[in-house]
């Protein structure tokens, strides 16, 4: 099965190729703000929309132009992607999501090459060649495997890095245990399985938090903007990307265990929307339990749920398994072996007690069990589901 999969690689770049990123990213900011001036006046004088064919003829003119010439040192395909990006804000914003935002320096933090033909990009090495730019040597912390499509060059707290799109022929792995199984998330656990083992949170933010509070306390006693300021919010916006990154490491181990092993996979359909909207309210109905609902919102960031999702159904298409979300509704009150459902049978956060037929045990086993009934009763065909879009390595 040919699979597409993105290899995230760290990059050292020296000086002059930092000069360079810097300079690019700078250009296409420029033109993102450009063509999206381009496409509001065009709008209030002609009515209707500019199209990414027309925007990119200016982008060719404005090259030309005097003054404009250091527009020229970005790889063409780099501007002619970041005209793309314009198009598809309008036409998510045409579907309903909000107005396209100006490019800040502080919001614009990526390139991209768009095609990676005949071997303009490729890895010998620890070394990356970008066309324009040249070799990069990065760290290669795994080989990357498959044929290169495309090449997408981020900034993330004062680092570069690659993040190489593949394609590559996957072989799926049989599954150890072909029962289903249904999968409980929760705050306190991160995945209960119906086989009742579970993952832990990550609790990064019990392992990075007290760091966290020392820098912000440090950020909020010194002078805004100075240089001591910036320092602490260098290493501040470092330490965040690390506490990312080990969660990200985390869900990736958690979820390719529990792949490996079932051949099908039931999880509740979570409305992560919902659960964590924030319950501050408004001037007039202020909300109740702020204090406790932004401390949950806190963790459920931590954990990641929907992320792990994503990544459960996303192996589950690689490895051939049945992957299903289902409504949880009353699967945390219902008894997995007699039915009965009440809100009694729920004695404390962890422990259930069926008050019909005495079945006893941990709640969110019994709501995972349930979970995985939920699948069964609703056939096992793998659902796809429109969210089932990253792909990550
Ligand atoms: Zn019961």
Excluded at 8 to 21: D, S
Excluded at 310 to 339: A, I, N
Aim: with cysteine; aromatic share 10%; net charge positive.
């Amino acid at each position: 099965m040919q699979i597409q999969k993105v290899y995230k690689y760290k990059l050292c770049p020296n000086a002059t190729q930092k000069g360079i990123f810097r300079r690019w990213l700078g250009a296409c900011r420029f033109v993102y703000n450009l063509c999206l001036e381009h496409r509001i006046c065009h709008w209030q004088s002609a009515g209707n929309n500019l199209t990414e064919y027309s925007q990119n003829r200016e982008l060719t003119l404005a090259k030309k132009e005097p003054g404009f010439e250091w527009l020229s040192e970005p790889h063409s395909q780099v501007l002619q992607d970041v005209v793309r990006r314009v198009r598809l804000s309008f036409d998510n914003f045409f579907r309903g999501a909000g107005f396209p935002q100006w490019a800040s320096k502080h919001s614009w933090h990526s390139f991209r090459f768009p095609q990676a033909h005949n071997g303009s990009i490729r890895i010998e090495g620890n070394r990356l060649k970008l066309p324009k730019i040249g070799w990069v040597k990065f760290y290669c912390h795994r080989p990357c495997e498959g044929r290169i499509k495309q090449v997408t060059i981020k900034k993330q707290a004062q680092a570069y890095f690659a993040c190489i799109l593949v394609e590559q022929c996957h072989e799926p792995i049989p599954a150890s245990e072909s029962q289903a199984v249904g999968i409980d998330l929760g705050i306190a656990r991160l995945a209960t399985l119906s086989t009742g083992e579970w993952y832990a949170n990550p609790e990064l933010f019990q392992r990075f938090g007290p760091e966290v509070k020392r820098l912000q306390r440090k950020l909020s006693r010194q002078e805004y903007q100075s240089n001591g300021w910036k320092k602490t919010k260098r290493r501040l916006s470092q330490l965040y990307a690390k506490i990312k990154r080990c969660r990200r490491d985390y869900l990736h181990k958690a979820s390719t265990a529990i792949v490996r092993r079932y051949s099908a996979i039931v999880v509740e359909n979570l409305q992560l929307r919902n659960m964590s909207r924030s319950a501050r309210g408004t001037v007039s109905q202020p909300g109740k339990g702020v204090r406790r609902k932004s401390g949950l919102n806190r963790s459920l960031r931590d954990v990641g749920l929907g992320q792990f999702l994503d990544m459960l159904e996303y192996k589950c298409r690689w490895h051939g398994r049945s992957f299903k979300r289902v409504d949880p509704r009353y699967t945390s009150q219902k008894c997995s072996s007699c039915g009965h459902t009440c809100p009694e049978n729920r004695l404390t956060q962890s422990e259930f007690r069926c008050v019909d037929c005495g079945q006893a045990g941990h709640a969110d086993v019994n709501a995972s069990k349930n979970i995985r009934d939920l699948g069964r009763i609703s056939g096992s065909q793998y659902e796809q589901s429109p969210r089932a879009l990253p792909v990550s390595a």
